[in-house]
């Protein structure tokens, strides 16, 4: 019918074109806001004759990146290795001794004290003492990740089962339900976001701890990450690839908070409120 107008005949974008732009914006900003910076550092290294052993140019950077990758790859797997299984631990840990927490006041009145005194205790300051009693530098550079990773998901976890609606708990005791029943059905699912963001902090605190522990440790040699391969290059004046390493550590911590990001949008989208998309 002619006087029937599409919804996008007043000029105005559908909604689903608008979600479109949006995502679109939301890559092509920060792509060229990237772009310009390092054009701006390319720029200025060539402008004023800066040496490459002060601010390599991006060129450089890149050129370490490539013809330095028989070194800075097995580096990274080490650094990777170590982050991903300091994190997995540090999610099974923390999970476990949340409900243990919440579930039993005597643990939590018991356990409390001791493990705030070790949360606020810098890893700096106990790796000396962990490379001492590890049986190896690998598991000690894995303890000491892990100390670091376990209090986020630790305390947004319990956190989480603490904030349970307590008229659903007391629902739940009503209609006969167990203490299993309830933890599994209401309080667990109630949880998820808060372990959730402590999943996303631990990801990053896990990569930083495993590069700190690392510089700690002072290790080499073939199993060495790239905390080691940073030191190296300072010490040979090799800055390229100083910042290639940099890099690719970098690189790894974006890829690790996206990957949880993402985790978290596909199990919360549908019915958190934290993740539902509302029109505008």
Known sequence: MSGVRSPSADGKASPAEARGME????????????????GLWQWYV????????ILPSPVRVAGALVTDWQ??????LVTLKITFSALFLALVGGLALAILLV????????????LVILQVTPIVAIAPLILIYAPTTQTALLICAFIVAFFPVLSNTVQGLKSTDHN?????RLYGASRMQTLWLLRLPAALPYFLAGLKIAGGLSLIAAVVAEFAAGSAGAGSGLAFRILESQFRLNIP??????????????AIYAATSLLA????????ESAIRREK
């Open 71 to 76: 070194v800075l790859g097995p580096a990274l």
């Open 168 to 172: 659903l708990i007391d629902l739940y």
């Open 23 to 38: 995502r679109l914006l939301r890559v092509v900003v920060p792509v060229l806001m990237l772009a310009g910076l390092v």
């Open 265 to 272: 949008h596909l199990l919360l989208h549908k019915w958190h």
């Open 241 to 254: 690839r100083l910042f290639a390493a940099l890099l690719l550590l970098s690189a790894a911590g974006v």
């Open 103 to 114: 579930q039993s006041r005597w643990i939590e009145i018991a356990l409390g004290p001791y």
């Open 46 to 53: 060539t402008a004023f004759a800066v040496p490459h052993y």
